[in-house]
């Protein structure tokens, strides 16, 4: 079983996936992908980062993008990012039994017949969420994080457009949409498990 | 502890719903609470459920009606449904461990802070359902199917718009929403009650 985890900025999808992973005895990947890509490609892991969270692309890039995988109008390091993501995600998908977090792994993976999850929160608990996982130290107004969140959000979705059928946050392109809004993800993570397994007639 | 379900037509919110509240001996609260209203009002089944479902009123009063819970531009005998459906829903929701599926039951009781989940399906999974459902003889085409769908669908939409501060469908208005496709509900019941009562903590 595979299981991909898209999440808004400050929800905690994360924590969740990583959980989850553990829970199941599964492979977990977030952050290892851009290290792998960045490998590959010989590029560094921040500009890999930022073409995977929608950033290095122009607008015209993307209104044109949806012939993908691969548009003249995407720069050729960006190109070569998605391409190695593409093909780094497949390879995890052939191995199986994973939890995979962002990096547009339900769109890639789609023929796997993932469980998809959305993960996702109000406002205030992504403040708190945020101030929790600060440095000691770190000053962080809720306005910052609001606006950090939103612009990470922006970029995850115009990723997304890129190569999904689907706006990145239809709920018709996932199997659960989960609000952790006053949720201690911890507490969740057993009886989630077996919901998801339920999910795919594993019982 | 109360659960409320909205869901698309065809998804199998229903089932689903009492399916949860059997697994979990709760009360369970579908067309009764309609029963209930006409009983109250003295207003006939067929038409307090064509307000419920949005058909009974203009579109003039909706859109002047988010001033709830009465305003003069509704027909007097909805408002009087309307009352009524409150009063009902208001009396479950003090009773608790309950099940309520649509009414907007999740907007009326907001103040009980019940279990808010989501019901929906693709198109194809909406009609094999309602072909499951179909009486014998009964000759439903796909395309009957899924204009009622809609058609129900935008009802329960309006209805909720005149009382809830979200859309019907949007997800922040909910604590989970869950996709039917493909799902066979009744193997889910019993990890979707584990889970539901997690994310209250309850473990």
Known sequence: MIITVSRQFGSGGRELGKRLADELGYDYYDKEI???????????????????????FSHIALNFAHTMPVVSTVPDCATEVLVQQQKIIKAIGNKGNCVIVGRCADVILADKNPVKLFVYADDASKIKRCKERAHDGEDISDKRILKSAKAIDKGRARFCDMISPHEWDD????DLLINTTGVEIKKIIPSLALFIKSLRGDN
Not at 48 to 54: R, T
Not at 171 to 174: F, G, R
């Open 171 to 174: 709920k018709n392109a996932y």
């Open 34 to 56: 851009v290290t792998q890509i960045a490998k590959e490609s010989a590029l560094n892991e921040q500009y890999v980062n930022s073409v995977l969270e929608g950033n290095g």
